[in-house]
């Protein structure tokens, strides 16, 4: 269902959750879905017609777009959840390097920047929990494509339509490369008062750009720190060249 704030997971699926789930796995690779769909998260690159940029096949052409596309949904630089299938049961890629296919399902994913507070003077954990919340938040996948760390996560709610929920990805004080190449992060979900009953699934897209660290030849990828629904904190690791 899409949630109508722009700061908030403009796609919170419940009965699209099995279907999708592994989409965006630490391989980033996409699925084959068995009956000649796929799956797979992609980047808005064009709005006239609508091109999408896989984050595994390359520019995909839906021809029946227009039956998904609106406004809300049809901007560059917009990240997408679709499942499609190859135009006459084929990927081979045309001599322009456009695939064409038809859309089966669309979705907007959230797409945002991370929040920097390392240099606000405000740059510490019990800052952040104050400041983009302290509730609970699981994480099922996370993989780094070309420009966006892509995060799949399981959140407690009730009044997801009425209620905005804001995911934020921030970086503070303790957020800087470690031997390893990973830099820290925290994963945070202000529910805005809703009240934690039901489980919802989604995904969100924060872009590379604006963390500094991203174009350091040593970075290999984020340790995500969150809080499950136990209040226990965890740590997921999204490595850029997974193995």
């Not at 209620?163 to 470690?178: Q, W």
Request: include cysteine; proline fraction near 3%; glycine fraction near 6%.
């Amino acid at each position: 269902m899409a949630l109508n704030c722009k700061d908030i997971t403009t796609t919170i699926l419940i009965l699209s959750a099995c279907l999708f789930q592994s989409c965006a796995n630490d391989k980033s690779e996409d699925i084959y879905m068995g009956t000649g769909s796929y799956s797979t998260l992609g980047t808005i690159v064009e709005t006239d017609g609508l091109l999408i940029e896989s984050d595994i096949y390359g520019l995909l052409a839906p021809a029946n777009a227009e039956q998904f596309v609106n406004p809300e949904t049809d901007t560059v630089g917009q990240r997408a959840l679709l499942e499609f299938a190859f135009e006459e049961q084929t990927s081979e890629t045309s001599s322009d390097g456009i695939r064409p296919i038809q859309l089966s399902r669309f979705y907007k994913v959230l797409t945002k920047r991370a929040d920097d507070i390392r240099n606000s003077g405000q740059g510490f954990s019990d800052n952040a929990a104050k400041q983009y919340g302290s509730n609970p938040i699981e994480i099922s996948a996370a993989s780094i494509s070309k420009h966006h760390l892509n995060v799949q996560y399981y959140i407690l709610g009730h009044n997801t339509e009425d209620i905005p929920h804001r995911i934020s990805l921030v970086l503070t004080n303790e957020s800087s490369l470690d031997e390893d190449g990973l830099i820290r992060a925290e994963l945070r979900h202000d529910a805005n008062g809703d009240l934690q009953k039901e489980t919802f699934w989604g995904v969100v897209s924060f872009t590379l750009s604006d963390i500094p660290e991203c174009s350091d030849p040593k970075f290999e990828g984020f340790r995500i720190v969150y809080h499950n629904a136990e209040g226990a904190s965890q740590e997921y690791i999204a490595a850029r060249h997974p193995t």
